[in-house]
Every structure is written in C-alpha cells, then in structure tokens.
C-alpha cells in the first residue's frame, strides 16, 4: 500500500457548491440487529479488549419541520480584519457588500439570523470574484464545506442542501482559503429534499447476472442493512491486521469489512503474497473483503500517479472489440497496429490482477471490488486524461474480468467522484465517495456528499463512504438522513501512531468505542450473530 504522505486528501464539496459473509449463503436482515450482546468473534486475537458489552443508543435531535425563508445581508453583519464595506459592483443587495478578503487571519464575518426551528435548511451565498477562489462557509464555529465561486467578476450565488440547524441565533461566516470573495448576502430556506431520501429502491441483484451465490448473497445482505445501520470498514496496511486488532483492543469488536489493495500483484518490485491469504482468513472468519487497486502504470516510469509516469491512457484507447480476446489474438492485433502498444499492456495488467482475483473465486470469498477510483480528481493516470478515456477503461476492465475471466464473485464498488466520469447503472453495483478533511474539522456525517451521490445514481444504488480520515458521526447521519451503507477509515496516521496505538489525532479513544458500540453501526460479531441466526431459522 502507499504511505501516508502518498495518499491524496480530497474533500468533496457539497451537492450545490459549484453548481459478509463466510459462514454460508444466508440472507442476513438488519431489522432487528441492535441490542445484541457483543460476543466472541471468530479473529483471533492475542490481547483482552479494554470494553464492556454497552451499547450507546442513537441520539438524534427532534426535528420540527417549517417553512422558512430568511435573509442577512452581509454588510450588517460583524466585520473583522481588513473587511469593509463597498459598493463599486453591480447588481448587489442592501446597501452594499463586503470585500476586502486578503488572506489575513484576522477577516471575518459574521451574521447572526434567527433561525425559527430545529431542522434542515438550504443556504444559499450571493458572492462575487474576479478570478476563481474556494473558501469555507461555516455555520456556528462548524465547518459546512468548501465553495467555489467562478472568476465572473459578478454575484453568482452558491447553495449547500440540507445543512441541520439547531433553533434559535444562528452564526454564518467565511473562513478564507484563497480570500478574492466579495460577498453580499446569506439567505436561509427550509429543506425538503433530504426528508424524501428513501433506501428501498437501491438495488439488491448484482448487474452482473452470473454473479456468484456468494456475491449474490453479500449484496442482498448489504441492501437489507442499508438504511438501518452503518457496516463497520477498516483498511489493513498489511496481512498481520494491526489496525484491526488495535481496534479490538479498544473497543471490544471487529470491524466487518477488511479492505486491502491489490496493487503490489502488479507492480514487479513489490509483490505482497500474503495479501489474498489474509483476505481469505477474514472470509472465512465471517468476515466481508474488500479491495481496491493502486494499479502501477504497466509501462516504464511506472506510478500511479499521473505526474509521475509517462504513460498515458488515451494512447491505450481503441474501438477494436479486445475485451475477450485470448494473448495471442492480442498480440496479433498489436503486430498489426490495430491496437498500441499501451494497449496490449492494459490488458496484460488486468490479467496479471485478475490471476489474484481467481484466487478469491476459487475460495469463495465475494469481494467488496473498488477499482480506477478517484478518477474526477486527475491526479492518477487513470483519470488524468479525461471522462471518455476513463469510462473506456472501466468498461474494459469490468468485461475483461467478468466475460473473460469469470470472475463472477465480485461487486463493483464505482468511486469516480464526478459526473463526468459516471459509468453508467450497468457496470457497477455501489457507488461511493472518498472524504478527507483536516483533523480538527468536524467529520459529522457528509450528508452534502451523500446527497449529490444519492441524485446522480437517480437513488438506484447502495451509497457508501469508500475512505474517510475518521468514522463519520453516527448520530448525525442518522439525523441528516445520509446513512452510508458501510465506511472504510483509512490506516497510518489516521488510526494508529508510530508507537502502535490509537493516534487520537483523528479520533479520540472515546470516540472509537461509542462508534463501534453503537445502536447505528454493525460490528462484526454481531453481524456473524445474524448469520447464525438466519441459519437457525
């Protein structure tokens, strides 16, 4: 896997800004799955976990719902720093706007709005810059998002859905990131949106229609729990689990889902043989695999990243029909110059992969399958040459492994992150998103991220949070109604210090124990209790 100073920190912006299985084949249902003692597990582990069998209930606020449509211009508000008030644009609101964000610490506003009930509401910023700036709206000391304003030089406004306000005096203020704002108003309306979510219409068969027994059932077991509860994800750094067990020790449960990547089966100077004998031991313990794929360019100056390797997509793309073509016709094709030499070594990278992948197959074991991911942001080669490149790609891939290799145990987790880089409702199963943010920023439950995930898959998909720098608040996505179908925290400084214990940096012991034992999450051992259960009936 990469280091940490590898891996790449994104934070999706809101949805307006800018515009397990192991024991057998069993169903597991999730309507009655809180209030189970924690018991054993089938890991093993070699240290006695520090927690008792408490489970901390939901608390989540009661919501009133009202109409509402408030206003502040910010020229009222409270200026701090260099901020001052002008009129020199047009088309402004009140008697002006406020300018003058420079990027010192000291600039601020602030405006205060009375906000008539606990709920959801819709805040819309009227803004102004004559080159492009991001910045940070924040809402009462929390960070809401980052936004964008487009270099127009006149007031376009820009929304962030569904953001949870308590009654009373709401603070809304900007924290600069490039400055360049002019900004002249807030307005607040009441949300509704979000209160129609529904998780029933996400789908429960596989798109692949000779998806495996195994791969058929996980599916199902994961369309059952969605809605109700959060599945419980970790990424492992190695085959030894340490950021598993060190959970354990905490907590007093497992995770559910055990992610690995599968990037060093092709890359020739790392190869990780322990990798998939790891994932089969979790499998076979009850637990789910998943894998996502740092695939090393399959050329010289080999990198993932795209400013790091000569490689480039769009010399691989071709309209010749290859994706089940045999070596041999492939070299064929490529003696011909019917297809380049980039291409040939696509596909003979997706073989080498999919060599480890049979394995899985040939063990039974479904995996939980993310690959290509992150494609919208460019920085790996996979994405860097455009949507129409990627999407070939992808396609390839998913009929390569499926129509060629058979490879029928695998449930296509798309994380492409944009729309443009959409692949269509035919070729993945789960669509997810990738949410990084700073340390000291409040994690809540990215309910802007599910929202613009949950309007592109039309609702049809299970929505899950692939990696995250630290586990989403369970009582805030149960409150936002953005329940993600499972989390996956990322390993390194984000779980575990170099001393091997808890960071803490991203969250705190406390934390960890109330997520893991929570009436919203799904740990481990109790979704092994379900499938026995199941079996039992």
């Given amino acids: 896997m990469l280091t940490d100073a590898q891996k790449k920190r994104w934070t999706w912006i809101s949805t307006g800004v800018a515009a397990i299985l192991g024991l057998s084949l069993v169903w597991v249902s999730c309507n009655d799955n809180r209030g189970i003692p924690n018991g054993n597990t089938a890991v093993p582990t070699t240290e006695t976990p520090g927690t008792t069998e408490k489970v901390y209930e939901l608390d989540i606020p009661a919501i009133e719902q009202k109409n509402a449509e408030l206003s502040a211009e910010a020229e009222e508000g409270r200026l701090y720093g260099n901020l001052e008030v002008s009129d020199e644009r047009e088309s402004y609101s009140g008697d002006g706007y406020v300018t003058g964000f420079d990027g010192d610490a000291d600039n601020k506003v602030v405006v205060e709005i009375e906000v008539p009930a606990t709920q959801h509401y819709d805040i819309t910023l009227c803004a102004a810059a004559d080159e492009e700036v991001r910045n940070t709206l924040l809402v009462n000391g929390e960070d809401i998002g980052e936004f964008t304003i487009a270099g127009k030089g006149e007031f376009l406004h820009v929304t962030f859905h569904g953001v949870f306000i308590e009654a009373g005096?709401?603070?809304?203020?900007?924290?600069?990131?490039?400055?360049?704002?002019?900004?002249?108003?807030?307005?607040?309306?009441?949300?509704?949106?979000?209160?129609?979510?529904?998780?029933?219409?996400?789908?429960?068969?596989?798109?692949?229609?000779?998806?495996?027994?195994?791969?058929?059932?996980?599916?199902?077991?994961?369309?059952?729990?969605?809605?109700?509860?959060?599945?419980?994800?970790?990424?492992?750094?190695?085959?030894?689990?340490?950021?598993?067990?060190?959970?354990?020790?905490?907590?007093?449960?497992?995770?559910?889902?055990?992610?690995?990547?599968?990037?060093?089966?092709?890359?020739?100077?790392?190869?990780?043989?322990?990798?998939?004998?790891?994932?089969?031991?979790?499998?076979?313990?009850?637990?789910?695999?998943?894998f996502m794929w740092y695939w090393t360019a399959p050329m010289e100056q080999g990198s993932v990243y795209a400013d790091k390797t000569d490689f480039r997509l769009s010399k691989a793309v071709t309209g010749e029909d290859i994706a089940q073509l045999d070596p041999e016709e492939l070299q064929e094709l490529l003696d011909q110059r019917k297809i380049s030499a980039e291409c040939y070594a696509l596909v003979e990278s997706i073989d080498q992969v999919a060599g480890q992948l049979a394995r899985l197959k040939d063990a039974d074991v479904p995996v939980l399958w993310r690959p290509l991911h992150e494609a919208g942001g460019g920085w790996y080669w996979w994405g860097s040459d455009g949507a129409d490149a990627y999407q070939w790609l992808w396609r390839l891939l998913y009929d390569r492994l499926t129509a060629y290799h058979g490879l029928n145990n695998l449930l296509w987790v798309w994380n492409g992150q944009s729309r443009d880089y959409y692949v269509g409702q035919a070729y993945y199963d789960i669509a997810s998103i990738d949410v990084y943010l700073r340390a000291d920023a409040e994690y809540g439950s990215r309910y802007g991220q599910f929202q613009w995930l949950y309007a592109l898959t039309e609702g049809e998909k299970l929505l899950a949070l692939s990696e995250c720098s630290r586990i989403p608040d369970v009582d805030a996505i149960f409150r936002d109604n953005a329940v993600w179908s499972f989390f996956g925290l990322w390993y390194g400084d984000y779980l575990v210090g170099q001393d091997g214990t808890l960071n803490g940096k991203y969250i705190s012991t406390d934390d960890l124990i109330k997520y893991y034992n929570s009436d919203g999450t799904l740990s481990l051992s109790e979704y092994i209790k379900m499938s026995q259960k199941s079996l039992a009936n």
């Fill in 169 to 290: 005096k709401a603070r809304l203020s900007i924290e600069e990131i490039d400055g360049g704002l002019d900004l002249d108003s807030f307005t607040l309306t009441n949300n509704t949106d979000l209160y129609e979510i529904s998780y029933e219409d996400a789908a429960s068969q596989p798109v692949n229609e000779d998806a495996s027994p195994e791969a058929k059932a996980l599916l199902r077991n994961l369309a059952s729990c969605y809605g109700k509860t959060m599945l419980t994800g970790q990424y492992a750094s190695s085959a030894q689990n340490q950021e598993l067990e060190l959970i354990h020790n905490i907590t007093g449960q497992y995770p559910v889902i055990r992610f690995g990547d599968l990037g060093s089966y092709t890359d020739k100077d790392t190869e990780n043989a322990e990798e998939i004998e790891a994932a089969i031991a979790w499998s076979r313990a009850g637990g789910v695999v998943g």
